[in-house]
């Protein structure tokens, strides 16, 4: 069925849900939002990077020069456009078009180095020659690396922004703000190479040109070292920059428990490591991470009360909050302290089968964000009609095992399993049957609906007879195997048995079959 069918039912009964279940919830006063710390840099920002609340913010949209934790940005693009095992050859305008002075890798032109190294160049040693080298790479030149640079920006919400080389070297049309380079930086530490490369310790390159030997290089960010004095428990990485003009700027990612915190600091004033600290320390102080599938009930109610004389006027059984979604609150707060909107216009990036997305308030603070989907939570994994045996099929099955020297205590058990399921089967056609009998005093109510009621109740009712006969044939599927495993007959094993009985009409006497359990034993 096409959602669209639904779309104009649906958000009705969504909206009346969630007006109910606001409602219900107790009006006591929620506690108030902690109070952030004082830092000095000019711009920053603490975001739960698993909710996408924003915890803390100063000046969090005014622009500022981002210097090299601009290189986040070009490794994510790097990471999601290339294969790490890609030569990259780097050239003449790569290693020279820089400021003299600048951070680099020691390379020189000719250098050829795997995709992968010059990552960790860039990210560790913070190499402008490779974030040169990797733009001309993919895009051809720098110029246009930067036109895939903001588009990239912007698909993430970014609003703020304007890049122009992929080093973020000075240029007066290359700025962001704190809360641009807090979007990125979640973007980048959800991605598994990303997340491994800046959390790295130390890396060797290969031999070049410069280091005939290889070079060891290590990270610039203090606060992921734990002989540093800025070392932070939990921070597993990010990216430092510095020019004349950006002053110190500094993005830090740290992780306890079910929290992922990430901060950003522009125009930091030597006091980048400081700032980042004492941001981290609230946001870990202050708040905790709630899974929300686990607290939001107001949408499973629906698909328990909306219903006309009995019969279900939607399949709304199917419908659920997205799983693995957070969001954060204050430490003595309640998940029904919040308040949720939900909106049917879903943005590009949204998941197959949502049909809505809920945003989370509390006490005007963004906290969170969910998908409502429909469709099957986690789809069963059913074995094929082949797989499962037929009643005859199945008595084919205790005579062959019979065959087979199996203890008559277990066939026993077998055909017991038999006889209880099909007078299961027969419990529930009767149930089903009993689920659907309409009241007399109800048939005015179904008077104005009956048409459209009577073919969805038996779309509906074949569509959960099938689930119960599904059900049902993957409990017999269970049966029989956990039956064979006790045995100590594989699968495979018997197949062969079911076999022999089918060709039974061989007068051949067959030798009697010994159990794998048996085998072992000599």
């Not at 912007?154 to 807090?182: E, I, K, Q, R, V």
């Not at 428990?257 to 870990?284: P, S």
């Not at 954060?328 to 308040?339: C, H, M, R, Y």
């Amino acid at each position: 069925m096409k959602l669209t069918k639904k779309k104009g039912f649906l958000p009705f009964l969504l909206c009346l849900a969630l007006f109910v279940g606001q409602f219900s919830r107790q009006t006591f006063a929620a506690p108030v939002w902690p109070d952030g710390p004082s830092i000095s840099a000019e711009g920053g920002i603490l975001l739960d990077g698993n909710s996408g609340a924003v915890l803390y913010a100063k000046n969090i949209h005014e622009q500022y020069f981002p210097a090299s934790i601009t290189k986040i940005l070009t490794a994510l693009i790097i990471i999601e456009n290339c294969s790490m095992d890609e030569v990259v050859t780097f050239s003449h305008n790569a290693v020279y078009n820089v400021e003299i002075n600048s951070s680099n890798a020691n390379l020189e032109e000719g250098d050829r180095l795997t995709v992968l190294d010059c990552l960790y160049a860039m990210m560790l040693k913070s190499a402008n020659e490779a974030a040169n080298a990797l733009a001309e790479h993919i895009a051809g030149s720098t110029e246009a690396f930067s036109a895939m640079m903001n588009a990239k920006a912007a698909s993430l919400g970014c609003t703020d922004s304007h890049f122009n080389n992929p080093s973020g070297l000075n240029d007066p049309d290359h700025y962001t703000s704190a809360h641009d380079m807090a979007l990125i930086a979640q973007a980048a530490f959800q991605n598994e190479t990303f997340a491994q490369i800046a959390s790295t310790l130390y890396y060797d390159l290969p031999p070049t040109k410069r280091n005939p030997d290889g070079l060891r290089i290590y990270p610039g960010h203090q606060m992921i070292k734990k002989n540093s004095p800025n070392y932070f428990p939990g921070a597993v990485g990010g990216k430092t920059g510095y020019t004349t003009l950006a002053g110190n700027t500094l993005v830090t990612c740290a992780r306890r428990g079910e929290m992922q915190l990430i901060t950003v600091v522009l125009n930091g004033h030597r006091t980048h490591y400081t700032d980042t600290r004492a941001m981290m320390n609230f946001g870990f102080r202050n708040f905790r991470s709630l899974e929300i599938a686990e607290f939001d009930t107001t949408y499973t109610s629906v698909e328990n009360d909306m219903t006309i004389a009995g019969l279900p006027v939607t399949d709304l059984s199917v419908l659920y909050v997205q799983e693995n979604r957070r969001l954060t609150l204050p430490s003595n707060a309640e998940f029904s302290d919040t308040t949720s909107a939900i909106s049917y216009e879903l943005p590009s990036e949204a998941p197959e089968h949502a049909v809505a997305q809920i945003t989370y308030d509390y006490g005007g603070h963004t906290v969170g964000t969910a998908y409502l989907m429909v469709g099957r939570r986690n789809p069963e994994i059913v074995p094929s009609v082949a797989e499962i045996p037929t009643k005859e099929q199945e008595t084919m099955e205790m005579e062959s095992l019979q065959s087979a020297d199996v203890p008559d205590d277990s066939i026993q058990a077998m055909r017991e399993d038999v006889e209880s399921d099909g007078a299961e089967r027969e419990r529930n056609i009767q149930d089903a049957r009993k689920k659907f009998h309409i009241p007399g005093m109800v048939w005015g109510m179904l008077a104005a609906v009956l048409a459209a009621a009577l073919g969805y109740s038996i779309v509906f009712w074949s569509r959960n007879q099938r689930k119960r006969d599904s059900a049902d044939r993957m409990l017999r599927y269970q049966r029989r195997q956990q039956r064979l495993q006790d045995i100590g007959i594989s699968s495979d094993e018997f197949k062969i048995l079911l076999e022999q009985k089918r060709t039974k009409g061989n007068t051949r006497s067959r030798p009697k079959y010994k159990s794998s359990k048996n085998r072992r034993k000599h």
